[in-house]
């Protein structure tokens, strides 16, 4: 085998069907498409919910703001290994185990303290006076979030889309955790469970579930790369 002999060469000849054998023998396809389900909607609301609060939290006033924001962004400190025990148990009360919407609002939780920590930061550089003049003109705060705010947050917005797509996508403990039919494996689980016989391991087969798994990024991250790049740099230096 190839990779026993030099394991940091380029391979000799490509052999594109693994990724065909891996696809349909592999259950690739069952994966993949588990993984869209749990990833799109995820994005969708966290994309939508961070955006809100982070409005909100950066133009609004109200009792209590300051406390409930710093609140949020606790979700820093806590890693996902130190509630995932009291996690499985609460969806489990709730019948969300062995549930892709289980999946998706375990991972919307986990993702929302960032992205609100994430858009605040961008709106909190928006002049205050596009708000207040929004409010003379008679805009309600939802309508100056979704007709002003929101088209000059497109950058932040795309850069999270891009940050939360990567982390839904590759998010392997709480599938591990809240997924038990072989049906319902995301794709990082699909991987973990592609192997060879007890004691071998299918390095040709493994090394093709790797490109199924990260060619989807690759194509976001392209797609996304100048506005996510325009995201992250955003507020670093005033004019």
């Known amino acids: 085998m190839e990779i026993s002999e030099n394991p940091f060469s380029l391979p000799k000849k490509l052999h594109i069907e693994n990724i065909s054998e891996v696809w349909y023998k592999g259950h690739f396809n069952i994966y993949f498409t588990n993984s869209l389900i749990v990833t799109i909607p995820n994005v969708i609301l966290v994309v939508f919910l961070s955006s809100i609060a982070g409005f909100a939290f950066s133009k609004m006033k109200f009792i209590g703001r300051d406390i409930l924001f710093y609140m949020f962004i606790l979700g820093f400190t806590i890693p996902v290994q130190a509630i995932i025990i009291s996690l499985f148990y609460d969806f489990q009360n709730y019948g969300l185990i062995n549930k892709l919407s289980g999946l998706i609002l375990a991972e919307t939780g986990i993702g929302l303290p960032f992205g609100i920590f994430l858009m605040r930061s961008f709106f909190m550089n928006l002049p205050n006076e596009i708000y207040d003049a929004a409010k003379i003109d008679g805009c309600s705060n939802f309508r100056a979030f979704y007709s002003i705010f929101l088209p000059l947050a497109k950058p932040a917005v795309l850069s999270l889309v891009v940050f939360q797509t990567i982390w839904s996508?590759?998010?392997?403990?709480?599938?591990?955790?809240?997924?038990?039919?072989?049906?319902?494996?995301?794709?990082?689980?699909?991987?973990?469970?592609?192997?060879?016989?007890?004691?071998?391991?299918?390095?040709?087969?493994?090394?093709?579930?790797?490109?199924?798994?990260?060619?989807?990024?690759?194509?976001?991250?392209?797609?996304?790369?100048?506005?996510?790049?325009?995201?992250?740099?955003?507020g670093a230096v005033k004019g």
């Open 169 to 234: 996508w590759n998010e392997f403990l709480l599938a591990l955790l809240l997924i038990q039919s072989e049906n319902l494996r995301t794709i990082p689980l699909g991987l973990m469970f592609l192997k060879g016989g007890r004691y071998t391991l299918n390095y040709s087969q493994i090394a093709a579930g790797i490109t199924v798994v990260s060619l989807p990024l690759i194509i976001v991250y392209l797609i996304f790369q100048r506005t996510f790049i325009e995201g992250i740099t955003a």
